[in-house]
Nanobody, 119 residues
Framework: QAQVVESGGGLVQAGGSLRLSCVASGISLNITAIGWYRQAPGKERVLVGSITESGTTNYGDAVKGRFSISRDNTKNTVYLQMNSLKPEDTAVYYC?????????????WGQGTQVTVSS
């Protein structure tokens, strides 16, 4: 059974850094992309950034130059390194794993991890 677990959230002061982890397990099909999303209170869930199976990354405008995504295929883990954090980065951060059997597309969300940035 597919499982996606995020970790690494917490409370940090503005200007600080955090590294989130996303571990995917129970997925035997081909993972095509893993994305990080965030949802602030009262707002929609938005894309923070993603990494494809080929290693191509893309980022939302709000985090470009501050956040970076990397992966460790040996651990089925994707990381979100967040630097120069701002109070507006406060949100629940979710990981979305997309995978395929080359006929159908599937996706699986994690439960989220809270990031709070104090001013």
């Amino acid at each position: 059974q597919a499982q996606v677990v995020e970790s690494g959230g917490g409370l940090v002061q503005a200007g600080g850094s955090l590294r989130l982890s996303c571990v995917a397990s129970g997925i035997s099909l081909n993972i095509t992309a893993i994305g990080w999303y965030r949802q602030a209170p009262g707002k929609e869930r938005v894309l923070v950034g993603s990494i494809t199976e080929s290693g191509t990354t893309n980022y939302g405008d709000a985090v470009k130059g501050r956040f970076s995504i990397s992966r460790d295929n040996t651990k089925n883990t994707v990381y979100l390194q967040m630097n120069s954090l701002k109070p507006e980065d406060t949100a629940v951060y979710y990981c979305l794993v997309q995978y395929t059997d080359y006929v159908h597309e599937y996706d699986h969300w994690g439960q989220g991890t809270q990031v709070t940035v104090s001013s």
